[in-house]
């Protein structure tokens, strides 16, 4: 088995990006030979940024970037359920896939940030209906794109209801794009993500708590039928690299971090120091796939530093 270690470039655009800004960082990540380019699905700013010019929507965006790269492949880190109706985001992520040639995958969640959703009147059920809406969710999409051509689907559920539905259009990947589940929840997270996950993300948490929930949703897959890692270990860290101190702190100033900070909680330093951190990340959770929070979207260099000097060393 190949245990190299991918990396993929996940990108924050609420606190401020353009379509061009992102399509900019996605030709580089693509030309420097990264996995994936990745975004957030927010329409609400974080923190002290102004976030201008304002949001982006994250399939509209990921649609435009299809026909303008051709070998990297795109998805959101992650796609909340508040935003869309099952049923229409079946037809939208099927679409872009169909626009890229078959080059997405659909990373999705139950919505977590109460203030985007009253900032653009989306509703904001309470956390237990979310994720009851988030499981008749991923039955629908699934369910959808599973059904064979000519079939219908039809779905009764608490909260979303199908009567006949002729399931179209299909994704080019068969028998679906893949999915990408996480979160730090105890029981129904696992159980979700062994019953649909290919990919289980951690965001921004420490090695011990995703080595955990790595080892609950392992265990939650056995008990559903499914084999101990079937489902690919990934994790998103922010991203802090510099050919020397001077250039660490830089980049870190530049996206109003402290360096120290970063080295703990992130992935920050020179080249050697960012290789020798990823194998502990490797040894300690079994990820297979790393997504580089990269914040400051004008700094290509960064990327491009990595793509050279960090990732042919994580063989």
């Known amino acids: ?51 201008l010019p304002g949001p982006t929507d994250a399939w509209v965006t990921l649609g435009g ?77 699934t369910g959808l794109w599973g059904t064979p051509e000519g079939e219908t689907f039809d779905y009764e559920g608490r909260h979303y209801q199908i009567s006949d539905s002729p399931a179209l259009p299909k994704p080019v990947q068969r028998p679906r794009p893949p999915l990408v589940l996480g979160g730090k929840g105890k029981k129904r997270t696992p159980e979700l993500a062994a019953r649909f996950a290919d990919e289980f993300n951690l965001p921004f948490v420490d090695m011990e708590t995703a080595a955990e929930q790595f080892e609950r949703v392992d265990r939650a897959a056995v008990a ?56 502990q990340w490797r040894e300690r959770t079994g990820v297979r796939r790393l997504y580089l929070q990269v914040l400051d979207l004008a700094d290509l260099d960064h990327l491009e530093l990595v793509a050279s000097e960090v990732a042919p060393q994580l063989g």
């Open 1 to 51: 088995m190949n245990d190299r270690i991918e990396l993929r470039v996940f990108t924050e655009p609420q606190q401020g990006a353009t379509y061009t800004d992102l399509l900019r960082v996605a030709r580089c990540a693509e030309s420097a030979g990264y996995g994936a380019f990745f975004r957030s699905d927010h329409y609400l700013k974080m923190g002290s940024v102004s976030g």
């Open 224 to 279: 559903a039928g499914r084999r101990a890692g079937d489902i690919l270990r990934s994790a998103a860290l922010v991203l802090c690299v510099g050919r020397d101190e001077p250039e660490v702190a830089r980049r870190a100033a530049a996206i109003g971090r402290e360096v120290p900070e970063l080295r703990e909680n992130g992935l920050a330093g020179t080249p050697g120091e960012i290789v020798d951190r990823i194998g």
């Open 65 to 141: 970037i299809a026909r303008e790269t051709s070998t990297i492949r795109l998805g959101t880190l992650v796609t909340a359920g508040t935003f869309r109706l099952p049923g229409p985001l079946a037809i939208t992520v099927a679409q872009v896939d169909e626009m890229s040639g078959g080059r997405v995958d659909l990373g999705l969640g139950t919505g977590w940030y109460a203030e985007e959703h009253a900032a653009y009147g989306v509703p904001f059920p309470p956390l237990a209906e979310r994720f009851d809406r988030f499981e008749e969710q991923l039955e629908i999409i």
